[in-house]
């Protein structure tokens, strides 16, 4: 628990906890989990305030779903079947994914900022195509994967037009749409400047346009590309059927992504309704997977 005078003004804030600046002034029985939370009174600005005033979740009247809702939206389960499991309203669970998805997006860049000192050496990077609404609105993502540990870096999802036997379908029933895929690439690129090394080594698939968006952030890097492969069963297609993958990395995350996003499975009826839900959802995803399910060992 947090024990600092919430104004910002107040001397105490750059003193120590112990400091006699704040004393105890009781304390209350906090129903939203069960706690009994310490009151603390300032005596340099007469503020009274408890140890959980500066917390992100403050005033929350329903913080004990907070963990059991991202253990779900990150294992599979649909926000209107969390709704029912947790016996809640619909509308609290999307208040409550939203505000998960803007928590998970700070711890993301905080951690980042760690990477600062000892900047990585290879990145693994490709697109993972999904939809919105319909698959004629399809939408790409851009993802970039730390191949020792599997941590994901970043992701930017971009719109794109339909392709195939769906581009004149798409055509005549929504109109042309825009291909934004280099303002996405552009983007996560020029993010990742910070953490990866200027001579690093990216590894992708033989994409045309990847190069010249690539060089223009990192210029002194050495970028190397590999055939595309047929996939496998397992995985749903995002694993390959060979014997050795050199995006495996890569590829393994892709598919962890279709395994535990119920909008990203291959045959579901739960697509993604709107670009920002999809951008939330991969965000409470991307920290889960980086702090639970990939090693915490040397890069």
């Known amino acids: 628990m947090k024990r600092q005078c919430p104004d910002p003004e107040c001397s105490t804030r750059n003193s120590s906890p112990k400091t006699k600046g704040l004393v105890r002034k009781g304390t209350y029985f906090r129903r939203s989990d069960g706690q009994r939370i310490s009151r603390y009174r300032c005596r340099e600005c007469g503020k009274s305030f408890s140890s959980g005033t500066l917390f992100s979740c403050y005033r929350q009247?329903?913080?004990?779903l907070n963990h059991p809702l991202e253990l779900l939206l990150n294992s599979g389960v649909s926000q209107r079947r969390?709704?029912?499991?947790?016996r809640v309203n619909r509308k609290t669970v999307v208040r409550k994914f939203r505000f998960l998805a803007q928590q998970a997006r700070s711890e993301h860049e905080q951690w980042l900022k760690t990477l600062e000192t000892r900047p990585l050496t290879s990145?693994?990077?490709d697109d993972l195509e999904t939809s919105e609404h319909t698959k004629c609105k399809p939408l790409s993502v851009a993802l970039a994967v730390e191949p020792k540990c599997r941590k994901i870096l970043g992701f930017q999802v971009s719109a794109m037009p339909a392709k195939g036997h769906l581009s004149r379908v798409a055509l005549r029933k929504y109109g042309p749409r825009e291909d934004r895929r280099s303002e996405g690439w552009n983007t996560l690129f020029e993010k990742l400047k910070p953490v990866v090394s200027p001579t690093a080594v990216w590894l992708s698939d033989k994409n045309p346009h990847y190069p010249r968006h690539l060089h223009r952030?990192?210029?002194?890097?050495?970028?190397?590309?590999?055939?595309?492969?047929r996939g496998c069963i397992a995985g749903q297609g995002e694993l390959k059927k060979i014997g050795f993958d050199p995006l495996f990395s890569l590829n393994h995350t892709c598919a962890m992504l279709r395994a535990n996003l119920n909008r990203l499975f291959r045959r579901t009826w739960c697509t993604t309704k709107t670009k920002q839900g999809l951008i939330d959802h991969l965000s409470l995803y991307v920290n889960y997977h980086n702090r639970m399910l990939t090693p915490t060992g040397p890069r």
Do not use: D, N, Y
């Open 123 to 125: 990145v693994q990077f």
């Open 217 to 229: 952030h990192h210029p002194e890097a050495s970028h190397r590309t590999t055939p595309g492969r």
């Open 61 to 64: 009247k329903k913080r004990k």
């Open 82 to 86: 969390a709704a029912i499991l947790l």
